[in-house]
């Protein structure tokens, strides 16, 4: 328990022993299949619709196949797992409540559009730091044909689309956190507030996310007393190109420089010239897969130490666009280190 | 620290301490202060646009108005609330969005459609009890015509409603949980799992919640080794007079008689003859608003000494629904306690 651990008045937790996450899956789609990571997911289902009838079950079939492999590379059994975190992009989330039906695990639903992964990690990792569970599943997942349909244009349309959007990525990431038996750890945690700077372009979500991510980066410096140099990379989620260049404008004006270390989930998952996403990936897939299939293992290698993983989302519905209002930005912060970082350091950290 | 007392393999969670209700706020529209708990509201609003230009703005004010009341009521400032847990029944969660930016609080975004007070009083209270926070807030809300809007026909339509249909609550009720200074308490809680008995009939949704509200309620019973004897009521948030009927068949099938304690939220706010709300009263703000106006005062009077307080959740979209989908339901339970039974007992329960 970090009971006194807790940093009042501020945002951020620090976990006295931090949950390890001891297994993982990331299951997409042919065009992320085709990108730049291919070679690093678990899965790649050549099939839009998974064999189902509609977008919206096949992003649940997603979600499924992701559930039951993490759960089989954690080597456990699903009964033991106690509560499931987990959420999508969908309106009420549809893919969620039937994705995760089967699985019989009392859940929690979870919305904070594209940074839920985030959100499911953060409260996951509080859950099982605080001894209310010996396993738990944080789980996101998107679908581009069903995002497409729930906040822009019915795909038969062929609308263009500007340089600044990206592209939802169709994939889930499943992860099962437990007390021990993993490689890397949940050291910490900074949950993010909404940031709402006036901007009303849902076609450049990366441009309403930065202030989000740069908010809780800065909210996780100051709380940790840490700097850019404590960590090997500092991840965001889908900021993109676009607002990529908008973070890091961000940063240096609060006196950081990121640009050695910063990395987006969005810009890594596809190759933006051959593929024609371009500004990036998106969605709650996009950094839940990219942490498994690309994060994780350099943690587990050893290569990288310590990261500060961003997961951003827009919330915005096709309501609130079409009524004229902004895009409020959010980022849920969550610190992944190595578990032989301790072991280093004599358990100070 | 309940460590100890987390009933592993199963759901529940008895709490060793149990976070305390030191604030809370019922905020509500015209028609609910038309009904038979009128004078129990702090906050009637008249217009039921709440002085702004459509309904998912005006969903958002009551939610800023009930925040504002419960954080006065609790006797704190804002900047002492640690996190925010809150959510609604709109896509991608935008009342709660647009109506807490303003807090500038952390926030999780919690969907659990109408069950969504009781996963936010779970987790606020799973938060306070491990010592993450010295505050937390919990808040839910619905508003009738943004509902009928995200889920149902436009109002203009004047569609025939059958009778098994709910009414959706236009209000918010928002708790500040806190470890001591409260005369309710937390003192367990048993999430609930998703239920999807096959049924289809969105104008029926105490049908399709009914199966998830007896699922947890027998779950909460074995978990804490508990009867319908060990609780003064049994509140369900919004099955209905349709929905209650089928719950007290499943639980006397299964070899409990509650029907002398069962209450439902949906039931006791309006009154269906002279309102013509038909089954009863539905949505995210009803079990929220009768909580925090009917219930907690007769458990800080010390008439009622312990109540098994139930939000359900029928988990269905316009996607779905159109897709001919079943609606799946959810419930999660929250065992809430007269301050004073533990001195009673002699701390023992």
Chains 1, 2 share one sequence.
């Not at 912060?333 to 072991?343: F, I, K, P, Y």
Request: aromatic residues 8%; charged residues 20%.
């Amino acid at each position: 328990m970090g009971k006194k651990e807790v940093q009042t008045g501020k945002a951020s937790i620090q976990f006295a022993e931090g949950p390890q996450i001891i297994g993982s899956a990331s299951v997409v789609g042919k065009k992320e299949g085709e990108g730049p990571l291919a070679e690093r997911f678990d899965v790649i289902e050549p099939d839009p619709m998974v064999g189902c009838d509609n977008w919206e079950e096949a992003e649940s079939a997603l979600q499924k196949e992701a559930a039951d492999l993490a759960i089989e590379k954690a080597g456990i059994v699903r009964s033991e797992l106690r509560y499931l975190f987990a959420g999508d992009l969908l309106g009420q989330l549809i893919a969620t409540s039937f994705g995760t039906v089967d699985l019989e695990l009392p859940i929690f639903g979870l919305y904070g559009a594209c940074s839920t992964i985030g959100e499911a990690l953060c409260l996951g990792a509080m859950t099982v730091e605080a001894g209310y569970a010996e396993y738990v599943m944080s789980m996101a997942s998107s679908h581009f044909a069903s995002a497409e349909k729930q906040f822009r244009f019915p795909l038969e349309y062929g609308n263009q689309r500007p340089l600044s959007t990206t592209w939802t990525v169709t994939g889930c990431g499943s992860f099962v956190l437990g007390r021990k038996g993993g490689s890397v750890r949940i050291s910490g945690i900074t949950p993010g507030k909404i940031v709402d700077m006036g901007l009303r372009d849902s076609m450049n979500m990366g441009a309403c996310m930065a202030p989000a991510a740069s908010d809780t980066i800065l909210r996780n410096f100051e709380d940790f007393g840490r700097g850019p140099e404590d960590y090997d990379r500092i991840i965001t989620g889908d900021l993109g190109k676009v607002g990529q260049k908008i973070l890091l404008d961000f940063m240096k004006s609060s006196g950081y420089d990121i640009s050695g270390r910063h990395m987006d989930c969005g810009i890594e998952i596809f190759d933006s010239e051959s593929q024609d996403t371009h500004s990036g990936g998106s969605g709650c897939g996009c950094s839940a897969v990219v942490l498994a299939s690309f994060i994780l293992p350099k943690l587990e290698s050893g290569e990288w130490r310590r990261v500060l993983f961003l997961p951003t989302g827009a919330l915005l519905s096709s309501t609130s666009y079409n009524e004229g209002r902004s895009v409020p930005g959010i980022a849920h912060g969550v610190v992944l280190e190595s578990v032989d970082v301790r072991a280093a350091s004599g358990g100070r950290l």
